[in-house]
């Protein structure tokens, strides 16, 4: 079995987390700029077995796709190239980044931490990837 991993795609910096190759915990596993996404992604799974890579499907409330949309697309474009047989899958990642604060405030990190913006990033992939197991679980 292989790990699942998680992006949460942004313009400048891309959060990625991974389970285990268990599949039973996902932790954040660090933040690649956007413009290196897919060369990390290809020496990641050059390493490491990956069964699934989930995408955050950023939706507006109203269920529409954001204005960011357009470049994921291009970049999950450039994923196609180098994930080989590996299926990509889409997840709705409304509210990971509130999600992600309230649970930086909860676990007691200070202020000036939560300002790093890499640290929200891991634990939005982190979040949308717990989300995406469970869904996968009740499936």
Known sequence: MGRILAIDY???????AVTDAMQIISTPLTT??????TAFIKQYIAKEKVDTIVVGRP??????????????????QS???????IPVERFDERYTSQLA????????V??????????????????????????????
């Not at 942004?10 to 990625?16: A, D, F, L, S, V």
């Not at 529409?64 to 357009?70: D, G, M, V, Y």
């Not at 994923?79 to 047989?85: H, I, M, N, P, R």
């Open 110 to 139: 200070k202020k000036m931490e939560r300002r790093d913006k890499a640290l929200i990033d891991k634990t939005s992939a982190t979040i949308i990837l717990q989300a995406y197991m469970q869904w996968k679980e009740m499936r």
């Open 10 to 16: 942004g313009t400048k910096r891309c959060g990625i």
């Open 59 to 76: 939706l507006q409330a109203n269920g529409t796709a954001s204005e960011i949309e357009p470049m994921i697309k291009r970049c999950l």
């Open 32 to 37: 690649v700029a956007a413009n290196e996404l």
């Open 101 to 108: 604060m309230n649970a930086l405030i909860q676990s007691g």
């Open 79 to 85: 994923l196609a190239t180098v994930v080989g047989d």
